[in-house]
């Protein structure tokens, strides 16, 4: 048992492409779109995973043989990815999103872009979370623009397809699906490999960090409640640990980091924090209470420090991993009883941390 480094769906987010895209990240998408296209370019096999996709959802398109970036026409459209066959005929149009909205041109100028002799296909690959709310603008364009829509057909959960004029076809699917697709004919000698490894990374931490737009049931709902009895609980389950003797109270509680609300405690001789943190909720594991311990403290020896990441595997180890390293925080999911009175919550809280005191013990 080791302790885990993806999010909670399985997809390494911490790879360097995902890296660097959070650091320059004015126009993501053209990152992601120039890697998919060079990924395509490199591999037959790829491209061949990608167009077992496009026959998935109905398109009966020839294999592309060709993949270029942002191709301009006479209509402005500047699609991030075209595809095209052996002849240069347009076969399918990709165009990438993270978290920009559909432009003026998107989706009816690329509809009308698409040969109308010849079967052709228009891929929107999006986040996961944004594919139902934008699937729906989508169509909804196609509707006022008075595009014919076919019925709608939904190969697997992240993928939505249609017929649009005939002989073309409108898909929508999450960046996840598309990559997968990708690497299903893909085999372990492949040159592109690992360039597929960082793509998916990448897109899986764009997808984690991707606005989801807003309901007005959420805007009137008790979720500000929630938020502020989280953060008592964090008091409340600091001032428990402290009173059993299991931990020192060594500061005032803080909420200087986004998202984030936090007591510093110390067990064992480790600087530790109870926290909510509304990052860790979505990413790891379905809680918002962690304790989070550092990796490298100056009470610690050398060795006690290389060992602390294991001994808290072999603590919380199991079938599903319950200790995340976070950029060298150790990070625990403090489970919360559900349909519990709230000091059963709370004692149930200290119980696991006593847990990881308890083994902590032994590294000092």
């Not at 040969?115 to 006022?144: H, K, N, Q």
């Not at 050398?302 to 199991?318: E, F, K």
Request: a negative charge.
């Amino acid at each position: 048992m080791t302790i885990d480094t993806t999010s909670a769906k399985g997809s390494d987010t911490s790879t360097l492409l995902g890296h660097l895209a959070t650091r320059l990240q004015a126009h993501p998408e053209n990152l992601a779109t120039e890697a998919l296209a060079y990924i395509l370019n490199r591999s037959v096999n790829a491209s061949k995973g990608l167009h077992s996709l496009l026959s998935r959802c109905g398109a009966n398109l020839p294999l592309p043989s060709a993949y270029t970036t942002q191709v301009t026409d006479e209509d402005g459209a500047i699609p991030d990815l075209v595809a095209s066959d052996a002849l240069g005929h347009i076969v399918c149009i990709v165009e990438a999103k993270f978290w920009a909205r559909l432009t003026d041109h998107q989706p009816v100028t690329y509809i009308q872009r698409l040969p109308v002799d010849r079967a052709a296909t228009l891929l929107f690959v999006v986040p996961s979370m944004r594919l139902t709310f934008l699937w729906g603008e989508i169509l909804g364009r196609c509707r006022v623009a008075g595009i014919p829509i076919g019925d709608e057909v939904a190969p697997s959960p992240e993928v939505k397809t249609c017929r649009v004029e005939g002989q073309h076809t409108l898909i929508c699917a999450s960046w996840r699906e598309v990559l997968a697709a990708v690497s299903s004919s893909m085999f372990s000698g492949d040159p592109v490999l690992g360039d597929l490894a960082q793509l998916k990374g990448f897109t899986a931490r764009m997808d984690v960090e991707a606005f989801i737009p807003l309901h007005s049931e959420e805007l009137t709902s008790n979720i500000p409640d929630r938020v502020i009895q989280c953060c008592q609980l964090v008091d409340d389950i600091a001032g428990a640990v402290v009173s059993a003797g299991l931990a020192t109270n060594v500061g005032k509680r803080s909420s200087s980091t986004a998202a984030a609300y936090y007591q510093p405690i110390a067990i064992k001789g480790h600087a530790a924090y109870v926290q909510m943190n509304c990052r860790m909720w979505p990413k790891y594991r379905a809680t918002p209470i962690w304790l989070s311990i550092q990796e490298t403290i100056a009470r610690e020896t050398p060795r006690a420090a290389s060992q602390l990441p294991r001994y808290v595997a072999v603590l919380l180890g199991g079938l599903q991993p319950r200790a995340f390293n976070d950029g060298g925080t150790i990070l625990i999911p403090i489970e919360l009883l559900c349909g519990a009175e709230r000091h059963v919550v709370i004692d149930s809280a200290v119980k696991q941390i006593g847990e990881v005191a308890t083994l902590l013990e032994e590294l000092v």
